[in-house]
């Protein structure tokens, strides 16, 4: 088997560090290094943007941002963070009555049914309840 030497930031040592491989695995990678500087190439020919600087004091650049991008598991995880911090605050906003069924339905996993039954009431009536209040959440997070 015809082997290449190619040239790998080892992430390990924080080193570039030669290493062996296919004839195969050499194309694909120079084909992908050929892909990256068409590509960086673009993005200056036509000036496109995906970050931006943020200035600081005296008209100085300080920081430097990257863009978040869709997808990007720690944008995503801090918005789930954020949307899990405003329901939290927009429950203790209900009344322990409306508190007490929302957990039943959603960290208890009751059926509306078995709700009816500990209320003494019927089904429809736990519907009724239930999108109220989650109308009541909607519009405690949205405003």
């Known amino acids: 088997m ?21 004839e195969e695995v050499y194309r694909e990678y120079m084909r992908a290094e050929w892909r990256e500087e068409k590509n960086a190439a673009s993005f200056f ?5 995906f970050s931006q600087l943020v200035g600081g004091n005296d008209g100085a650049f300080e920081n430097f941002r990257e863009f978040v991008v869709a997808g990007d598991p720690t ?27 929302i957990k039943m339905l959603f960290y208890d996993n009751l059926t509306e049914r078995e709700c009816a039954e500990h209320y003494g ?6 519907n009724k309840k239930k999108r109220r209040i989650l ?4 519009k405690l997070i949205n405003y």
């Not at 963070?81 to 007490?100: F, P, R, T, V, Y």
């Open 2 to 22: 015809n082997t290449k030497t190619i040239q790998i930031y080892d992430t390990i040592t924080g080193k570039i560090v030669e290493t062996n491989v296919s």
């Open 45 to 49: 020919e036509h000036e496109i943007q």
């Open 75 to 101: 944008a995503d995880r801090a918005i789930m963070i954020a949307d899990i911090e405003a329901m939290l605050k927009a429950i203790k906003q209900l009344d322990e009555e409306d508190k007490k069924l």
């Open 121 to 126: 009431i019927n089904q429809k009536n736990i």
């Open 135 to 138: 109308s009541k959440l909607y």
